[in-house]
T-cell receptor, first 114, second 112 residues
Framework: DTEVTQTPKHLVMGMTNKKSLKCEQH?????MYWYKQKAKKPPELMFV???????INESVPSRFSPECPNSSLLNLHLHALQPEDSALYLC?????????????FGPGTRLTVL | SQQGEEDPQALSIQEGENATMNCSYK?????LQWYRQNSGRGLVHLIL?????REKHSGRLRVTLDTSKKSSSLLITASRAADTASYFC????????????FGTGTRLLVSP
């Protein structure tokens, strides 16, 4: 199985809502990532988990809260978001360690904040 | 910022023609990768070239890397309509192996 799955595909939420994005992979990868991508822009790294521990946080606002419950799952909890947070949120995974590892991406969650 | 710059921003060609995209980056790297993204979807890894390699091939793809100029190019030969997508280069800094920084991307349109 070389697939990264993400749910939901689309999410519309108000600024007072709490929601979660989910990501799952069964490739045995021990590094997982969250990216944010605005329209016609490249993906921007948000968080990296390595062996279920947060290893990189790119100064992301606290209204985004990542969680890695186990080696196959990655969540992104959303609370009190702003309209400018509307974007495509991409999850990816890779082998951990080393520098020659391709990342496998999920299809993304299209988030709209009203 | 380490973000790479890609040119052209957009490229429109006919099926059967070759497409060349260029990527420039700012800092020393371990490797450079190229990804493809179909509209509004996830990215697909195409090819990885290490900093000590100068050229790499994969099917219809040819990638070159010039570390002295901090630049790379992606050549797609005999393009097909299905190659229509955005193409991004991605680099990692010498520290922080897991941190990929993506270039600005090239939008390729291949017309039948």
């Amino acid at each position: 199985d070389t697939e990264v799955t993400q749910t939901p595909k689309h999410l519309v939420m108000g600024m007072t809502n709490k929601k979660s994005l989910k990501c799952e992979q069964h490739m045995g990868h021990r590094a997982m990532y969250w990216y944010k991508q605005k329209a016609k822009k490249p993906p921007e790294l948000m968080f990296v988990y390595s062996y279920e521990k947060l290893s990189i946080n790119e100064s992301v606002p606290s209204r985004f809260s990542p969680e890695c419950p186990n080696s196959s799952l990655l969540n992104l909890h959303l609370h009190a978001l702003q309209p400018e947070d509307s974007a495509l949120y991409l999850c990816a995974s890779s082998q951990a360690g080393g520098s020659y590892n391709e990342q496998f991406f999920g299809p993304g969650t299209r988030l709209t904040v009203l | 910022s380490q973000q790479g710059e890609e040119d052209p921003q957009a490229l429109s060609i006919q099926e059967g023609e070759n497409a060349t995209m260029n990527c420039s980056y700012k800092t020393s790297i371990n490797n450079l990768q190229w990804y493809r993204q179909n509209s509004g979807r996830g990215l697909v890894h195409l090819i990885l070239i290490r900093s000590n390699e100068r050229e790499k091939h994969s099917g219809r793809l040819r990638v070159t890397l010039d570390t002295s100029k901090k630049s790379s190019s992606l050549l797609i030969t005999a393009s097909r309509a299905a190659d229509t997508a955005s193409y991004f280069c991605a680099t990692d800094a010498l520290t922080g192996f897991q941190k990929l920084v993506f270039g600005t991307g090239t939008r390729l349109l291949v017309s039948p």
